[in-house]
């Protein structure tokens, strides 16, 4: 028998948190186990991080090896993130949900774009746009209840007019999130363009992804429609050096893009100000490193969301939103442990004391760069004083 003891604020649900909790063989517990402890964890501790915009399987070329899939979603572990909807990869990672010792994954099967509409390899190209429905529902029954689209990206075949348009006339999208809902699937669109987003709220979309062209019209339809938005600050982050890069062949392309990036903590100022459900995203995999959730937290806490506002889009909030229960009394939880409350400061969730994925701390090998390389963790507490004999009142209220 082994017995993990957690001390300090446990916060399984939102506002619901107890002093102390104990891991029987790995069960959560909240009665004290006659057994004394092997190990005393002390910290605030909330639910594995969501992040809700993630490749994993995917590199910048498009899909990945197997074993750098693994490493992406061990490096997103030992972030703290231990549920994550993966926003489309090429390589078709189901085999990985049957690992137990890597985060839990919400796929999104593959990107659907078009041919020199998207970056290369990374989607699913349709040639005619009204395969657009069928390819779906295809997507739909690969899936884990999610379906990607991008909705736009520059058209380049207008040379030096060149901009960001939509992907997918105004009915086929229609008919596309239709087929979606009909499978039983959500549907999120990557839309950094301004003209893309009515097509996708008449269609009936569910989430946008990065929205960075939201006009306050559109975000009032979008609260009204009760779509979430995932603001992507890393992503949106790029978008000067994606402007610098562009600006000499398509100076009407980088213009807009260079105003986004400009405009992006305004956007998620005014996001937030409207009653947006924000949701955690940090857009890993392609172009930006895996494992930064605790930096995209901060950026959305430099745009003016408040911390604590932050902490429930990254934990209770967005698992919910994803349709996962609360944890209870009786899980192998998945458990972020920190030395502070991460809503005194963001940057609490820079540095994990511990993770504990079901219901076991997981061994904590940081990997920095394409291979494997094991850095020492903050260590855990470790104590060997005597417990504190005084009655545990658990203040659970699930
Ligand atoms: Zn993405």
Same mark, same amino acid.
């Given at each position: 028998m082994s017995v993990l003891h957690?001390?300090?604020?446990?916060?399984?649900?939102?506002?619901?948190?107890?002093?102390?909790?104990w891991l029987v063989d790995?069960?959560?517990?909240?009665?004290?186990p006659?057994r004394r402890p092997d190990r005393v964890l002390?910290?605030?501790?909330?639910?594995?991080?969501?992040?809700?915009?993630?490749?994993? /399987?995917?590199?910048?070329?498009?899909?990945?090896?197997?074993?750098?899939?693994?490493?992406?979603? !061990?490096?997103?572990?030992?972030?703290?993130?231990?549920?994550?909807?993966?926003?489309?990869?090429?390589?078709?990672?189901?085999?990985?949900?049957?690992?137990?010792?890597?985060?839990?994954?919400?796929?999104?099967?593959?990107? !659907?774009?078009?041919?020199?509409?998207?970056?290369?390899?990374?989607?699913?190209?349709?040639?005619?746009?009204?395969?657009?429905?069928?390819?779906?529902?295809?997507?739909?029954?690969?899936?884990?209840?999610?379906?990607? %689209?991008?909705?736009?990206? !520059?058209?380049?075949?207008?040379?030096?007019?060149?901009?960001?348009?939509?992907?997918?006339?105004?009915?086929?999208?229609?008919?596309?999130?239709?087929?979606?809902? #009909? #499978? @039983?699937?959500?549907?999120?669109?990557?839309?950094?363009?301004?003209?893309? *987003?009515?097509?996708? %709220?008449?269609?009936? !979309?569910?989430?946008?992804?990065?929205?960075?062209?939201?006009?306050?019209?559109?975000?009032?339809?979008?609260?009204?429609?009760?779509?979430?938005?995932?603001?992507?600050?890393?992503?949106?982050?790029?978008?000067?050096?994606?402007?610098?890069?562009?600006?000499?062949?398509?100076?009407?392309?980088?213009?807009?893009?260079?105003?986004?990036?400009?405009?992006?903590?305004?956007?998620?100022?005014?996001?937030?100000?409207? @009653?947006?459900?924000?949701?955690?995203?940090?857009?890993?995999?392609?172009?930006?490193?895996? /494992?930064?959730?605790?930096?995209?937290?901060?950026?959305?806490?430099?745009?003016?969301?408040?911390?604590?506002?932050?902490?429930?889009?990254?934990?209770?909030?967005?698992?919910?939103?994803?349709?996962?229960?609360?944890?209870?009394? @009786?899980?192998?939880?998945?458990?972020?442990?920190?030395?502070?409350?991460?809503?005194?400061? *963001?940057?609490?969730?820079?540095?994990?004391?511990?993770?504990?994925?079901?219901?076991?701390i997981?061994?904590?090998?940081?990997?920095? /760069?394409?291979?494997?390389?094991?850095?020492?963790?903050?260590?855990?507490?470790r104590?060997s004083?005597?417990?504190?004999?005084?009655?545990?009142?658990?203040?659970?209220?699930?």
């Amino acid at each position: 028998m082994s017995v993990l003891h957690l001390r300090g604020h446990i916060e399984l649900a939102d506002g619901v948190f107890c002093s102390e909790a104990w891991l029987v063989d790995e069960v959560l517990t909240v009665s004290r186990p006659e057994r004394r402890p092997d190990r005393v964890l002390d910290g605030w501790v909330v639910p594995g991080l969501v992040d809700v915009h993630c490749h994993i /399987g995917l590199v910048a070329t498009g899909a990945s090896t197997e074993q750098v899939a693994v490493e992406q979603a !061990i490096t997103n572990r030992d972030s703290g993130v231990l549920l994550i909807r993966d926003a489309g990869s090429p390589l078709d990672t189901r085999w990985l949900q049957q690992r137990r010792d890597l985060p839990h994954l919400i796929r999104s099967g593959t990107h !659907i774009a078009r041919p020199k509409r998207y970056l290369r390899n990374f989607g699913v190209d349709l040639e005619d746009v009204n395969q657009l429905p069928d390819e779906v529902r295809k997507q739909a029954r690969r899936g884990d209840g999610w379906v990607k %689209l991008v909705a736009d990206w !520059i058209d380049r075949s207008d040379g030096a007019a060149a901009d960001l348009k939509p992907l997918w006339p105004n009915e086929v999208l229609a008919e596309a999130v239709a087929v979606a809902h #009909e #499978e @039983g699937a959500r549907v999120t669109a990557h839309a950094f363009a301004t003209e893309s *987003i009515d097509g996708l %709220l008449d269609a009936g !979309i569910d989430c946008i992804e990065h929205g960075t062209g939201l006009t306050a019209q559109q975000i009032s339809r979008v609260v009204s429609q009760d779509v979430a938005v995932t603001p992507t600050l890393l992503q949106v982050g790029q978008f000067a050096s994606i402007a610098e890069q562009a600006a000499a062949k398509y100076p009407q392309y980088a213009a807009r893009m260079r105003r986004m990036f400009d405009d992006r903590y305004a956007q998620v100022r005014r996001l937030h100000a409207a @009653g947006v459900q924000l949701l955690v995203g940090t857009d890993a995999g392609g172009t930006i490193e895996h /494992g930064l959730i605790a930096q995209e937290c901060a950026e959305l806490v430099r745009a003016g969301v408040p911390t604590a506002e932050v902490l429930r889009a990254a934990t209770w909030q967005t698992r919910r939103y994803l349709g996962v229960p609360d944890i209870h009394p @009786g899980d192998r939880p998945g458990l972020v442990v920190y030395a502070a409350d991460p809503r005194s400061d *963001i940057k609490v969730l820079q540095r994990p004391r511990a993770v504990v994925l079901g219901g076991r701390i997981t061994p904590c090998t940081r990997l920095a /760069g394409p291979s494997l390389r094991a850095v020492p963790c903050p260590e855990p507490v470790r104590t060997s004083a005597p417990l504190r004999s005084e009655t545990v009142r658990p203040h659970l209220t699930m």
